[in-house]
Nanobody
Framework: VQLQASGGGLVQAGDSLRLSCVAS????????IGWFRQAPGKEREFVAA???????YYTDSVKGRLTISRDDARNTASLQMNGLKPEDTAVYYC??????????????????WGQGTQVTVSS
């Protein structure tokens, strides 16, 4: 499975971005999809996830501002980001997987990772 993330950029606080993640090479619908981010000097952290049954999960800091979605017919997942804040600045990674032993908000859940897309929010 190969994942290609895109849509990052440089925006001002309060602006919006839409990140996309396209998968190829496997049955997309069989997996949960997660978005993680990593800021300079910090560990990778969970942002949002959507299960095979379309249940969604968010870290508290993004609830009400970010929305995760998936289109299994197009092997695509999206992360709509509204009301961006400077603290959202990070490299964003999409991930695909379903290791049931691990929580959907943990990196170990996911087997496949995209290359990351940079999001920079200026104040």
């Amino acid at each position: 499975v190969q994942l290609q993330a895109s849509g990052g950029g440089l925006v001002q606080a309060g602006d919006s971005l839409r990140l996309s993640c396209v998968a190829s090479g496997h049955t997309f619908s069989s997996y949960s999809i997660g978005w993680f981010r990593q800021a300079p000097g910090k560990e990778r952290e969970f942002v949002a996830a959507i299960s095979r049954s379309y249940m969604t999960y968010y870290t508290d800091s993004v609830k009400g501002r970010l929305t995760i979605s998936r289109d299994d017919a197009r092997n695509t997942a999206s992360l709509q980001m509204n009301g961006l804040k400077p603290e959202d600045t990070a490299v964003y990674y999409c991930a695909l997987g379903d290791r049931a032993h691990y929580g959907i908000n943990t990196p170990r859940r996911y087997e496949y990772w995209g290359q990351g897309t940079q999001v920079t929010v200026s104040s």
